[in-house]
């Protein structure tokens, strides 16, 4: 079984402040875990994902993710915020089995204020 | 254009009617998955296929709901009685067959059922 939380349904930034979502998961086996973007009336894009190599990865358009095993989390963030990050992100979680089927968290709403 | 289409994009009907949605993957992808997402929420999985063979169907999926992939290419999915419980939108999403590959969504059919 595989399950994913983010934690905060909603988060409020400044322009140019750091940014953190955050997203604990839980799963049977050895997950590959993914974060994605959503824009209003667009498809959802890939940020980032983690699939057991370097545990802090690197994504598009500045964002990160670290990978904490003992923690069971993968927290995504950016250290500046700009306008065009405002948007819905959703964290995924995987088997890494030959099943790939994904388990989404509820998503949460990014609001950058300038 | 070489990314996941889905078409239509947006459709209406009326309780007790049924719909079709197609989706036409990446090329060379020979998964293929469609999910759910209701508003406020994450995507949840309704089934996939590798190639022509569907391998997993979502306990959310009913009995009214069908999905094919004939030629192991595009992939339909049928929703036969529409309730108004079926409108959300309805995303598919193409990936090479391994749990640690991500997956590229379409634009998604937003569906509304009257």
């Known amino acids: 079984a595989q399950s994913v939380t983010q934690l905060d349904s909603h988060v409020s930034v400044s322009e140019g402040t750091p940014v953190l979502l955050r997203c604990n998961y839980s799963s049977s086996y050895s997950p590959s875990l993914f974060w994605y973007v959503q824009h209003p009336n667009k498809g959802l894009q890939l940020l980032l994902k983690y699939t057991s190599a370097a545990t802090l990865v690197k994504g598009i358009n500045g964002f990160e993710a670290e990978f904490k095993k003992s923690e069971t989390s993968f927290h995504l963030t950016k250290p500046s915020a700009h306008m065009s990050d405002a948007a819905e992100y959703f964290c995924v979680v995987t088997h890494n089995t030959n099943a790939g089927k994904s388990t989404f968290g509820d998503g949460t709403t990014l609001t950058v204020k300038p | 254009d070489t990314g996941v289409s889905q078409d239509p994009r947006h459709k209406i009907t009326k309780r007790g009617q049924n719909v079709t949605f197609r989706c036409d993957p990446i090329s060379e992808h020979n998964r293929l998955y469609w999910y759910r997402q209701t508003l406020g929420q994450g995507p949840e999985f309704l089934t996939y296929?590798?190639?022509?063979?569907?391998?997993?169907k979502s306990r959310l999926l009913s009995d009214r709901f069908s999905a094919e992939r004939p030629k192991g290419s595009f992939s339909t999915l049928e929703i036969q009685r529409t309730e108004q419980g079926d409108s959300a939108m309805y995303l598919c999403a193409s990936s090479f067959s391994a749990g640690r590959n991500e997956q590229f969504f379409g634009p998604g059919t937003r569906l509304t059922v009257l």
């Open positions: 296929f590798q190639n022509e063979a569907q391998l997993e």
